[in-house]
């Protein structure tokens, strides 16, 4: 239609069928903001949104939050990976979860922005891959606003700055319908991840934005980083009444 329009208006009616086509194909995305919050109050929003999901009315369900210190192991990963005992950590005020998630073991704190985009991948690409790249392009895109040049490294998922991870993505699907997501090292603790051999890799290290030198709040981040989404995914969010 889009051509169509190019060959009968040389007079900006093309622009304009262009861009109410794009606008009429906004995928229909709420987004949630809710805090810090502990890990099973995390999976629980999950499932909520999930329901939403499903039955069709939202397209997907954008939730953000900071996780109280929790170390969590996906199915690519055990407690081999676990440097301390689970009563040091409990001393600590952290604990250890397994969850359905791809990847290996990780942390979450309070100033880790964590991401779980609860998205039907049928309403944009069902392809798992293509899904786990776009969520590393949202994270690169956000770190590029303030001028660091992030990106990929062969065999790891995730994002990085040269050889340290900034941000770690484990997600899992079902029935086409997206759970967990990232989790974005913003200004946290990282002598957690000391406790770890994070995401199972020993060759490379961990940081956040604050060590790579930009001093800001995980809501300011949380704002740029929904702006990327948005324009990535080609969705409009909803903001309601956060939680």
Request: proline share 2%.
């Amino acid at each position: 239609m889009v051509f169509i329009a190019m060959t009968l208006n040389k007079n900006g009616y093309c622009k304009e069928t262009a861009i109410r086509e794009k606008r009429d194909t906004l995928r229909k995305c709420r987004l949630l903001k809710v805090g810090r919050v502990s890990y099973d109050q995390g999976l629980a929003l999950q499932i909520e949104a999930r329901n939403l999901v499903s039955t069709g009315e939202w397209d997907g369900v954008l939730i953000l939050l900071e996780h109280m210190p929790v170390i969590t192991i996906g199915r690519g990963g055990g407690k081999d990976n676990l440097c301390i005992s689970e009563s040091e950590l409990h001393a600590q005020g952290a604990y250890v979860v397994r969850t359905d998630r791809g990847g290996n073991i990780t942390c979450h704190n309070p100033g880790q922005l964590v991401g779980y985009p609860i998205l039907n991948l049928h309403k944009w690409k069902d392809d798992v891959h293509w899904y786990v790249r776009s969520l590393e392009e949202v994270l690169i895109r956000t770190l590029a606003r303030y001028e660091l040049h992030a990106g990929r490294k062969a065999r790891y998922t995730g994002v990085w700055l040269e050889d340290e991870k900034i941000a770690a993505i484990g997600v899992s699907v079902k029935q086409w319908v997206t759970g967990h997501g990232f989790a974005f090292n913003i200004n946290n603790n990282l002598e957690l991840f000391h406790s770890i051999v994070p995401c199972g890799i020993q060759e490379f290290g961990v940081t956040s934005l604050q060590l790579a030198g930009i001093k800001d709040s995980v809501e300011n981040v949380a704002a740029i980083l929904v702006e990327e989404f948005a324009s990535l995914f080609n969705c409009m969010l909803d903001r309601g009444t956060d939680a």
